[in-house]
């Protein structure tokens, strides 16, 4: 009786697992998007003569660069750069500095951090770094 017994539960349990094997799959969690990370670089060179002492002082080259993986843009002045970005027009005789800021104002409009800053002594760049959740269609 015991064992008529024991082989009922056993298959009972049995069919239990088996239909609960077959049951639908519990979908997975729903991922965060991921981050986007985009990159200014900025470098300014003094030409030769103007370092060495000598000959006429011209005025120091600079280069600037916005890098993401879906765009890079390359120009000679924070003025250019935030042109090509349409960041909205500067004031009359402005600044350097606030074209820069003209940059970072457009950069955080489209939602992107500033997360870090540094100067590469070795390269002479200045590198700031960005990001933003999920890139362009978040």
């Known amino acids: 009786m015991q064992t008529v017994r024991f082989a009922a539960v056993a298959a009972l349990l049995l069919a239990v697992w088996a239909g609960a094997s077959k049951s639908a799959p519990v979908p997975a969690p729903a991922q965060a998007k991921p981050w986007e990370y985009g990159e200014i670089q900025s470098k300014s060179v003094a030409p030769i003569a103007a370092r060495a002492g000598g000959g006429v002082v011209q005025p120091a080259q600079q280069s600037i660069r916005w890098v993401t993986t879906d765009e890079e843009i390359e120009t000679t002045s924070w003025e250019d ?19 820069k800021m003209r940059v970072f104002d457009r950069l955080g409009a489209d939602g992107w951090e500033l997360v870090a800053h540094h100067r590469d002594f070795a390269t002479g760049f200045d590198v700031w770094t960005f990001k933003r959740k999920g890139g362009k269609g978040s």
């Open 81 to 99: 750069l935030a042109t090509k970005m349409k960041a909205p027009a500067a004031k009359k005789n402005a600044s350097k500095a606030m074209d």
